[in-house]
């Protein structure tokens, strides 16, 4: 975004931090493999498939999503449907660097459809050893407009919640 000036005005972004009671190559093996991503990465309600993961600089994923059990919560599926979200959607993204053991970062791409317009989130992750834990700090671009990035940070802290349970089993 411009300012009147010329001048690029940066984009917002929010952070998300926690330590995860793992040792760090289990904490990057959640992040980078098929098994690890599909067992936590999913919002509650919602199934994800990894159709495509390349993790290297450059390479792309593509993540499935789909609504999983409409019979059991019809209140979410009205709020998908109000809201204009489909109830299946894919994510796509690209891998900006792959520093293993230690960080990731890549670019997002969303077009949930009419009546939002597709567009691209950064996110940047770093998993820090301390101790018997690791320090996770998810650093990622607002989205386009306030409300949606209020529940796409709920949305983050529920996923790393998710982690932290999956890395426990």
Do not use: C
């Amino acid at each position: 975004m411009e300012s009147s000036a010329g001048a690029v005005s940066p984009r917002l972004r929010h952070a998300v931090a926690r330590d995860l009671p793992a040792q760090i190559g289990d904490v990057w093996a959640m992040w980078t493999t098929k098994a690890g991503i599909e067992s936590w990465w999913n919002p509650e309600h919602l199934r994800t498939t990894v159709r495509n993961l390349d993790v290297r600089p450059g390479g792309e994923f593509e993540i499935a999503i789909r609504y999983g059990s409409t019979a059991t919560q019809p209140a979410m599926v009205q709020a998908f449907e109000s809201a204009g979200v489909p109830l299946n959607f894919v994510i796509r993204g690209r891998f900006s660097e792959v520093v293993p053991p230690t960080q990731i970062s890549f670019h997002q791409y969303f077009d949930l459809g009419p009546p939002s317009d597709p567009y691209d989130i950064f996110t940047r992750v770093e998993f820090r050893p301390i101790g018997d834990a690791v320090r996770l700090v998810l650093t990622a671009d607002a989205v386009p407009s306030a409300h949606w990035t209020t529940l796409a940070l709920a949305g983050l802290n529920g996923q790393v919640d998710r982690l932290v349970a999956a890395l426990r089993r």
